[in-house]
């Protein structure tokens, strides 16, 4: 019993928050909010509008082209950055509360035999 306890608040607890942080590691990379706000306003998915030659009206077009491109590029950037924090707040809550039950666990056991042991019955029985 002694060497489950040790190991369930030594190497378990520890084993629960590396995969914790690696679980929150790998939304974080998946999300990659760091580089989607560098990138803001890069253009989106722009194919023909790069170097241009030709008259006024055709660099007139391809400016507006890269404008709406970046305008595109924004919205969808911000709204994946958003979506992301708040996937990894909600995740984060998950994960503290996923380390806190492992440590509660075991008392969890002690309280359920304590209870047997005083005789008391939920009142719904």
């Keep these: 019993m002694v ?7 030594g ?4 084993g629960q928050m590396a995969q914790a942080k690696a679980r929150l590691g790998a939304s974080l990379a998946f999300f990659s909010i760091g580089q989607l706000s560098l ?7 722009q194919i023909s509008a790069g170097s241009v030659k030709g008259s006024l009206a055709v660099h007139a077009r391809a400016f507006f082209d890269t404008t709406i491109s970046r305008v595109i590029g924004a919205i969808v950037r911000l709204f994946t950055i958003l979506f992301g924090m708040i996937v990894i707040a909600i995740q984060a809550i998950i994960e503290l ?4 039950f492992w440590v509660l666990l075991p008392l969890f056991t002690l309280l ?3 209870l ?4 008391w019955m939920p009142s719904w029985i």
């Design 3 to 9: 060497g489950l306890l040790q190991w369930w608040y």
């Design 11 to 14: 190497k378990g607890w520890l």
């Design 39 to 45: 990138t803001l306003f890069a253009p989106f998915r």
């Design 97 to 100: 509360t996923i380390v806190a």
């Design 112 to 114: 359920g035999v304590l």
């Design 116 to 119: 047997f042991t005083i005789g």
